[in-house]
């Protein structure tokens, strides 16, 4: 009782404040070429929103990113002088009283901050907003932009009812709540993008909400990546990570060699070693949208059939990402008694990333959607870096992965493992399904994000 009366008197005293410093601003008026993007998440581990606002700062307009600094953002949105990135202080919830109650003291306290945090500065043509977590900064997006004079843009990437609904049940009273919220401020908006042709239907039928599909592309750092920034970054993990470590010594002690690649001292030449280890990546983030009992399943059946003599490699599995369930799933991992299967779950400096998967030989993908409408964007940047992709069948997967094209559509840890031993027989084998698949990746084409981004979202903002 004590602390709602906290709350309540927190907001009497900080909202005329707020709405004084408000009414200044829109005053003032809004700058035409500057955007403010919100993600009430770690920017770092925000791709899509980095994005925008690279796209935004490459296309002449200013831009304030707020969002929490957990993790290292791309040198890129980093070292852009366009770009100004105002951290955001993670609230956590209070330790007394039932559930419910603290939720909604952590969401108030949630609104009135980030009002604070946006009203404080400079306002711009457009508040670009990712949901989810759309819980509560749609309502306060809209409310900044009634003062200033700011269109807003949601990016529906997901529902964020749905997510709720995956640990609560989908009729828990919150995730009810939540729904409806979402949905009647999401009406609010002045433009909304979505992330997959079923979402843009979904929103349209069942919401009232018109939006543009913008698929999420690769960024240009996502390549294939050169064979002497391999050997690298193999070396620079080794140090912290035994799978990327030599098996063996070099006969000549100057020779450098990882597990993978070697490097002759002499020359400087790096060449793969022929008796390497497969690299198989999946990258998560470690929520109950993925499954990853379904990987080690399959990775169980991949070990029985090496030993019982099938002709496979040895397999360095890395699963990158951090989140709630991964001490949960680290502890699965170190049951596990692989002989011929090595797994770590590093955390990834943005810049080594895109060098891992362009280093890869296949990409898992568990992702589901709580929706059933968004797509995994690791498989958007896996295909960036030619790197084939075995991944988990859902709804609306086909329009990213296409069956036996560009990868392979698997629905449970059997047919994972049919899959793997398929791919990975005689390998490293130039003339098998795996190159196959590589070669028609290289081959598509793919547009890449700014190209994509310049023929849908740029029209749209340079209508002010």
Known sequence: MAASCLVLLAVCLLLPLLLLGGWKRWRRGRAARHVVAVVLGDVGRSPRMQ???????????????????????????????RIQIVGLTELQSLAVGPRVFQYGVKVVFQAMYLLWKLMWREPGAYIFLQNPPGLPSIAVCWFVGCLCGSKLVIDWHNYGYSIMGLVHGPNHPLVLLAKWYEKFFGRLSHLNLCVTNAMREDLADNWHIRALTV?????????ET???????????????????RARSEPEDPVTERSAFTERDAGSGLVTRLRERPALLVSSTSWTEDEDFSILLAALEKFEQLTLDGHNLPSLVC??????????YYSRLIHQKHFQHIQVCTPWLEAEDYPLLLG???????????????????????????CLPVCAVNFKCLHELVKHEEN???FEDSE?????????????????????????????????????SWVQTVLPLVMDT
């Open 415 to 451: 047919e994972l493992a049919a899959q793997l031993q398929m791919l990975f027989s005689n390998f490293p084998d130039p003339e098998g399904k795996l190159n196959q698949f590589r070669k028609n990746l290289r081959e598509s084409q793919q547009l890449r994000w700014d190209e």
């Open 215 to 223: 698929y999420d592309k690769p960024a240009s750092f996502f390549k």
């Open 51 to 81: 994005y925008h606002a690279l796209s935004l700062a490459m296309h002449g307009f200013s831009v304030t990113l707020l969002g929490f600094c957990n993790s290292k953002p791309h040198d890129e949105l980093l070292q852009n002088n």
């Open 407 to 409: 990868g392979l559509v």
């Open 226 to 244: 050169p064979l002497d920034l391999q050997h690298r970054l193999f070396m620079k993990l080794g140090s912290t990570h035994s799978p990327f």
């Open 359 to 385: 280093s890869a030989d296949l990409g898992v993908c568990l992702h589901t959607s709580s929706s059933g409408l968004d797509l995994p964007m690791k498989v958007v940047d896996m295909f960036g870096c």
């Open 318 to 327: 890395v699963i990158t990402g951090k989140g709630p369930l991964r001490e």
